[in-house]
Structure formats: C-alpha cells, structure tokens
C-alpha cells in the first residue's frame, strides 16, 4: 500500500513558468514533509520541507503548501529553468517517531528552453 | 558540509555472490539508512540504524542485512545476491528523530549477472 503517491510520472514546462508537482498521502500521522531533487546518477537532495503547523513554506523560487484535510502537497517553482529538470521526490514522516520516511515513487520534471 | 560517501559508484557481481556496500558519513548524524531506487518504485526503505549496533527493517528487508560498528558507517549485505537485486542503492544520514533532512550519498549501481 502505497502511503504517499505522486501521480504524476512526469511532467513538460516551459522556461519561465511555473511548475506544479503534487503529491497525495494517506497517513493522517504523517506531520513532517519534505522535497527532494534528483539529477541523474548523482543521489538526492534536499530542496525544501514543511511541518503540519504550517500550510505553506517558501525559499525562493520553491514553495511549498500543505492541505492537511485534503492530504495534499504540491511543489511549486517559479519562475522554471531548465537546471529545474530533474526527478522529485516528495517523502512524508512522523516528528520524534522512528525516524523513517516514506518516499513517493517521484515525478520527473522537464523544463523546455 | 555534510558528506556521505558510498564505496563504490558501479559495481557487477555474479548470482550468488556476497556483496558488501558500504557508506560513511562524516557529521556524526545518529541515523543512518539505505534505499533502493528503482523505475515506477521511487525510494525504498531496506534498512535504517539510530544508534551503532542498532538496526531496524524497513519496507523491503527481504535478502539483506546491515552492520553498524561505528557510528560514521554503515554497511548492506546482500547474502547471496540474486538478479532482481539489480538496483540504485542509497545510503543516507540524518541527526535527530524524524524530522531534518537526510543527507543522501551519490549512490551504488549494482548488476548482478
């Protein structure tokens, strides 16, 4: 059973616009959230994260929101370049629980000159 | 600057071959883990480490086992590996419980023929 789904496997933007990645969870415990950036043959890093007291955060061109009810994150960028492409991965934990995370199955991200 | 290091980037081994991965980290993070990406899966959890000598299972332990002597390192086993143990293997860090972000390494691509 899949506890946090990116639905979307991939998605094209063009440069300058702004790109929406989302990602839905099941687990009502979850109440730490984070995105992660993937290049290819490189391991992941850490690009932004958000607590359930919060329902937005923002650094930069990357936003992140939060609907508790909805169990709903999306990323955004904006404006998109074309260093942006790359795979995301949203992952979802439990503040001061077993230390794991759980992974969406991630959404590759192109972003056209 | 945190630095987590995977021993080798790619490696081939035969069916039936036992395969040490090993990671190190240099930020005395107390929580370790190691992954395995692959296409359509995202990230899954095989093994993770809060202290040393101190392991727990993830989602997918199935053939692998770890070792924590010391606190920067941390080591998947694969006993006797088989062909659908081809895979990106991720090792990553992180300090505290269950929130912060984790640090990952750039990662294994292992074969096995």
Redesign the interface.
């Known amino acids: 059973d899949q506890q946090v789904k990116q639905n979307s496997p991939s998605l094209s933007v063009q440069e300058g616009r702004i790109s929406i990645l989302n990602c839905d969870y099941t687990n009502s415990m979850f109440d730490y959230f984070l995105w992660y950036k993937k290049y290819p043959a490189e391991g992941p890093t850490f690009l932004i994260s958000i607590s359930s007291i919060k329902d937005k955060n923002e650094d930069g061109r990357f936003t992140v929101f939060l609907n508790k009810s909805a169990k709903h994150l999306s990323l955004h960028i904006v404006p998109s370049q074309p260093g942006d492409s790359a795979v995301y991965f949203c992952a979802a934990s439990v503040i001061g629980g077993t230390y794991k995370y759980i992974f969406g199955t991630g959404t590759r991200l192109k972003v056209l000159a | 600057d945190v630095k987590?290091t995977q021993s080798s980037?790619y490696l081939v081994k035969r069916t039936g071959e036992k395969v040490f991965l090993e990671c190190v980290q240099d930020m005395d993070h107390e929580?370790m883990?190691w992954?395995r990406q692959d296409p359509?899966?995202?990230?899954?959890?095989i093994y993770?480490s809060?202290d040393v000598k101190m392991k727990?299972k993830?989602d997918i332990p199935e053939g692998y086992s770890v070792s924590r002597e010391k606190k920067e390192r941390f080591s998947l086993i694969l006993e006797s590996a088989s062909t659908n143990q081809t895979s990106m293997y991720?090792c990553?860090s992180?300090p505290g419980?269950?929130?912060g972000?984790?640090?990952?390494?750039?990662?294994t691509?292992l074969t096995v023929t």
């Open positions: 987590v980037r929580n883990f992954y359509g899966l995202g990230l899954r959890l993770f809060y727990e993830g991720l990553a992180s419980q269950g929130s972000e984790q640090y990952f390494g750039p990662g691509r």
